[in-house]
């Protein structure tokens, strides 16, 4: 069967590595799915958003992957910098719903210099 | 552009009490959303209103109400505090309703009941 990355609460990697955060969602009627990135003392910061008719989307140092087979997302970060770390979020929403989004459980993602 | 501003940013209140917590969206957003924060239930949807309507309401009680008002600042009261109310709160505001665009969310409300 395919391998599915499984939610890490926290995540520690050095400087330079690539950084790849997971997410299982639970809603099978959810097409739009963002990942935020929160600082401490800070609100949820947008990083990307995938639609549900696409299965990869690339920023900037950034990629989201989804799978919706298996309903799995992952945020990949290239090149990690210390002022990556943070709390990261995935969100899923429905388009009828409004602008309510439901969360993931958060990743604390570290960066050793 | 001014982000997202809420205020207080912190608030101490004692159990009983009620306190009403303000956020002012982005100039021109049209929908405001809040949402409760805290270290075992994580980030969950309280309600959204456009256009000064209740659009969607999350599993919350009756205690937890809001508002929006014409500027499309928005408010949000809770009565009768518990001490599982303290949390850090937070509003997030978007252009329009029901599309996929981005919502930009405010430092937060740290609301702490004693």
């Known amino acids: 069967g395919e391998s599915v990355g499984l939610h890490l609460p926290t995540l520690s990697v050095q400087e330079g590595d690539n950084s790849i955060i997971n997410c299982a969602y639970s809603n099978s009627a959810s097409d739009y799915f963002i990942w935020y990135k929160q600082e401490s003392g800070k609100g949820p910061q947008f990083i990307i958003d995938i639609r549900s008719n696409m299965d990869k989307r690339q920023g900037q140092r950034v990629t989201v992957l989804l799978n919706k087979t298996v309903k799995h997302l992952s945020l990949q970060i290239a090149a990690t910098q210390p002022g990556d770390s943070a709390v990261y979020f995935c969100?899923?929403?429905?388009?009828?719903?409004?602008?309510?989004?439901?969360f993931g459980e958060g990743t604390q993602l570290t960066v050793n210099p | 552009k001014a982000g997202v501003t809420q205020t207080p940013r912190y608030l101490i209140k004692t159990r009983g009490q009620q306190v009403t917590l303000s956020c002012s969206p982005i100039?021109?957003?049209?929908?405001v959303s809040w949402y409760q924060q805290t270290p075992g239930q994580g980030l969950q949807f309280l309600f959204e209103?456009?256009?000064?309507?209740?659009?969607n309401k999350g599993n919350f009680p009756g205690r937890f109400s809001g508002r929006q008002f014409s500027n499309s600042r928005s408010e949000m009261n809770v009565s009768t505090l518990e001490l599982g109310d303290s949390a850090l709160y937070l509003c997030?505001?978007?252009?329009?309703?029901?599309?996929?665009?981005?919502?930009?969310f405010g430092p937060g409300t740290r609301l702490t009941v004693l």
């Open positions: 209103y456009f256009s000064e309507t209740q659009r």
């Open positions: 100039s021109g957003h049209r929908s």
């Open positions: 969100a899923e929403k429905e388009e009828t719903s409004g602008s309510r989004l439901t």
């Open positions: 997030a505001s978007s252009l329009e309703q029901g599309r996929s665009d981005e919502q930009f």
